[in-house]
């Protein structure tokens, strides 16, 4: 039954084996010392088997010589007495051997129980070892499980790391081409902001100019006022003085009477006539007056008028200190002949309007009076 138990224990132990964490190496080196002692205790039980039958014949033949037996009696009043010297050798023999058989059966038995101590002590380490394999089959499993999921979790984070790289790529470019727009609009901003600025000077440059004409046009209506309401006193003069009649010997024109001379003075003598009668000399500032005065006057009639660059050659002016604007100079004239022609006359032409000559204001000629 012990040899079947080993045995089965060994079949068990190499089914174990293939399935568990014991190499086979480790197996067959386990396996090798229980073979041995199988072997070794077979032949022993042989041996032992092989003891006990010789010794039961010993027994029962030469124990047991006076037995009732007529078979065996006759037997043994039949061998010779040598026979029986040789059979006591035998059998000192056999029982010398059975000793030794005796002796080498308890040294078995001994090392029958040793091994099977050893065999219990094992068959304790192979559980021991076979939990310890259950539990790193069960540590595997799970390391394996946790493998798993570190696997799938590790192609997840890189699926989610290809995502968020792509993702990345694509912030990059658009940050890139942020920036360059954010550039472009920060040079526009400072463009603007320079035009804005310039514009702001010429705003407050042009409101100072409009508040400064707001107050020059406030300025000129007011002066226009006072104007208008003076040209209405004006013209309300220039109708009186208009309507009234010249004296007599004195010609009507616009709002001046005139009078021509009949008799030669020089220009300041004449000039002094024109004084002494509340006039002076003429003083020409429009066509029209140039018109009247040259049909006034009889044909080819030379008369001083109020005309003189006696203050400053060149620079002539009317005698109540106005400005020549409208001027009728003959051709050629003012030529101030002889340098000393500073006096102004006119001379009737026909047709035309006459025209102005520069003469010396010693000569002595008529004169026409305006008032
Ligand atoms: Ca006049
Ligand atoms: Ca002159
Ligand atoms: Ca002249």
Request: glycine residues 6%.
């Amino acid at each position: 039954m012990d040899l079947m138990e080993i045995d089965d224990d060994v079949y068990i132990d190499r089914h174990r084996s293939m399935e568990g964490l014991v190499t086979k190496v480790d197996f067959q080196r386990r396996k090798q010392p229980s073979r041995c002692v199988s072997v070794c205790l077979g032949l022993l039980c042989a041996v032992l088997l092989a003891g006990n039958i010789g010794q039961f014949i010993y027994y029962e033949i030469f124990s047991h010589p006076a037995s009732g037996d007529p078979m065996q009696s006759g037997y043994v009043q039949d061998r010779p007495q040598s026979s029986d010297n040789n059979s006591a050798a035998e059998r000192k023999q056999l029982e010398t051997r059975l000793t030794n058989l005796t002796t080498e059966k308890d040294q078995l038995h001994q090392s029958y129980d040793s091994v099977t101590a050893e065999r219990d002590e094992l068959k304790v380490s192979f559980n021991k070892v076979g939990n310890e394999r259950d539990m790193l089959r069960a540590a595997t499993e799970q390391l394996q499980s946790n493998y798993s999921d570190l696997q799938r979790e590790k192609e997840e984070l890189q699926t989610e790391f290809s995502t968020l790289r792509s993702n990345r790529d694509q912030l990059q470019s658009t940050y890139t081409s942020l920036k360059t727009n954010h550039d472009q609009m920060q040079l526009s901003y400072s463009s603007v902001t320079a035009e804005r600025d310039e514009f702001k000077a010429s705003f407050n440059n042009l409101q100072t100019e409009k508040d400064q004409l707001q107050r020059e046009h406030s300025q000129l209506e007011s002066n226009h006022s006072v104007l208008r309401r003076e040209k209405g006193e004006l013209q309300k003069k220039i109708d009186k003085i208009r309507a009234r009649p010249c004296q007599t010997g004195w010609s009507k024109f616009d709002i001046s009477c005139y009078f021509v001379s009949s008799v030669f003075k020089n220009w300041t003598l004449s000039r002094q006539e024109c004084i002494e009668e509340g006039a002076d000399l003429v003083v020409i500032d429009s066509l029209e007056e140039q018109e009247f005065l040259n049909m006034l006057m009889h044909k080819g009639q030379n008369v001083w008028i109020g005309l003189t660059d006696s203050l400053q050659e060149g620079t002539w002016m009317w005698v109540d200190g106005s400005n020549v604007t409208t001027k009728f100079w003959q051709p050629g004239q003012p030529n101030s002949y002889n340098r000393n022609q500073d006096c102004g006359e006119n001379i009737q032409k026909t047709p035309g309007v006459g025209q102005w000559n520069d003469d010396g204001c010693f000569a002595v000629q008529n004169w026409i009076c305006e008032k």
